[in-house]
């Protein structure tokens, strides 16, 4: 074994073989793996609604920034940053805000994602239903990359739709246009009652639910770009977090073409203009939200009220699993961030593959050693 040859390839291999792990680490996700078997593309759109002014410059149409997650082929593709550019500077800039003694910014360049920047779109006769995802309000659709890659990865394009009310929306000519509360907190437009306040909230799930339907009625009409050919927009969801929850409620209730929706944890304000909603809902709420949902659920087609325990409003976002966001000690109280993900992805998949794809999931018939977290405080009678 002293041959300097054979030394010097296996000194070679074990090289190659540390290299190849130390790039992996560096590469690897801190959010949860997909558990579809579908690879995922990500990508970016800007889209102008030309019947709309824009409410941040009156002036001009209604600008809105769409990231479309779908099933993709990935061959020499690179997997997507977090929060790549100037939407990591916006972000790390509101979230230093409301977090002292952070020190130096870390290398958001450096979280990457289970999507894969720009891919091809998979090259398959098949379609796939299309959801529509509305971020809570301060956020954007990319805060949510770890639920929306594992629901795409079981064969489904997601929109995620940027909103006046978010973070920002960063253009590609540089432009960032900052966004801004759903409810005025002060000055001549702060409302003056609890009755104003609750109209500003209604209506700014309108105009959010306008944006989300702009974003369908836009992918429709690029009929031969590749996204649109996979598509199937004869089965098309809606969901959302927080404000985003209620405007994807508003969204079902005024677009005839989406069938299904779900509001993660969102607002249960409900305007009596709109009546009743007649489609299926699934309401996924926190352990900590105390709210009360039946003014939607009493009118839906099926309705599910779902519960995580050990978790808060946040619990479908992917901050807490980020490396920067770790508590010095875990909160035994709250389920694992990550464990909090997979709930959402897989309650949200399994709802949309019921309702969309009449693919009946048992886990949405009650409790179940799978997920011992959840509970359920409605579902249809008799279930599906």
Known sequence: MNDPRILFAIASLVG????????????RSPLPDPTGQHAVGRTTFEWIDASRPDSTAPSRHREVVVWAWYPAAVHGSAAAQWMPGKWGEVFWSEYSKGHGGLGAPPDLS?????AYADA????????YPLLLFAPGSGTTPLDYSGIIEDIVSHGYIVLGV????GRASVFADGRVVPGHDPVPRGGPGAPRSTEQAIRAWEDAAREFGKDLSFALTHLTALR??????LADLTRVGVFGHSLGGAAALQCAHDDARVRAVVDIDGSPIW???????QKPVMILSA??????????LSGAMSAYHVRVAGTVHSFPSDIRVMPFAQPSTPNAQLVAPSRGLVITATFVEAFFGNYLLD?????LSGPSREFPEVSFEKVPSPAR
């Open 359 to 363: 693919q009946h999931a048992g886990i």
């Open 162 to 165: 940027e909103s006046e009310f």
């Open 271 to 277: 305007s009596a203009r709109n009546g009743r909603l």
């Open 287 to 296: 352990a900590s939200t105390s709210l009360d949902y039946d003014g939607v």
């Open 120 to 127: 091809p779109v998979e090259p398959s006769a098949q379609k």
């Open 110 to 114: 450096a979280i990457r994602t289970h």
């Open 16 to 27: 190659a073989l540390a290299q190849d792990a130390g790039g992996q680490a560096a590469n």
């Open 224 to 229: 031969d770009t590749p996204l649109s050919r």
